[in-house]
Each structure stands twice: as C-alpha cells, then as structure tokens.
C-alpha cells in the first residue's frame, strides 16, 4: 500500500491510502506506512511545507518560560478566584470562621502555585 498526505484547504492535513482512499488529491506527497502511522498518533508533529512532508525538529515542542506561565496561570485563575468569591460570600454572610477558611485555602494555593512558578525558572 502506498500512504499519501496533503493539505487540505482549511490548513490541517488529509491523510490517504491507496486502494483504501476513493480519491487521492494530485497534489498530495508519497510517505512511508511509519510516517503516517506517527503522524496520525501525534497530531500537529508534522507540517508540509514546500512540497515536503517535515517532523517538527523537537517533539512535543519545547515551551519558552513565558509559554509555561501563561498555562500555570489559566490553571491556577478559576481556583483563585472561586476562593476570592467564597471569601467574599463568607465575609458578607458574617461567617468568620467560613472566611478564615477560604483565607488559608487562599494562603496553600499560592504556595503550590509559587513552587510551580519557581520551578519554571
């Protein structure tokens, strides 16, 4: 069996096989039977550019510091800020020690969320 791919014009890739495929674009590349399994198990490893079928030189890729941040923080915001808004129902409820509690729940999670951070770099 011969294992084609080609873009597809929404930009994400067409995966086809001979005798399997009822039509193979003509503008579609030849690849190997492991190309086609490996791109079909790790989806964005590849890319075709310039008539090429190329593998991202590091897979997974690699984030920058900044990258890493911004996905700690979309992990950690919804947790801070379900605490901030019990503590702020706690408070306005006059419960005391409700509110004391959401402050420690506060206090551990920005300890985790440092330890993390720290450990970025």
């Known amino acids: 069996m011969k294992y084609y791919v080609n873009t597809n014009t929404d930009g994400t890739m067409g995966f ?32 075709i550019s310039n008539g090429a079928f190329l593998a991202a030189l590091v897979w997974p890729p690699v984030q920058t510091a900044e990258q890493k941040i911004v996905v700690l923080d979309a992990k950690y915001k919804p947790q801070f800020e379900q605490i901030t808004q019990a503590y702020l129902t ?25 330890t993390e951070l720290e450990a970025i770099g």
């Open 90 to 114: 706690a408070v306005t409820a006059g419960d005391t020690a409700a509110a004391n509690a959401r402050q420690a729940d506060y206090t551990n999670l920005r300890a985790v969320y440092q």
């Open 16 to 47: 086809y096989i001979e005798g399997v495929s009822e039509t193979i674009p003509s503008t579609s590349i030849e690849i190997t039977e492991g190309q086609w399994q490996d791109a079909i198990s790790n989806q964005g490893k590849y890319s």
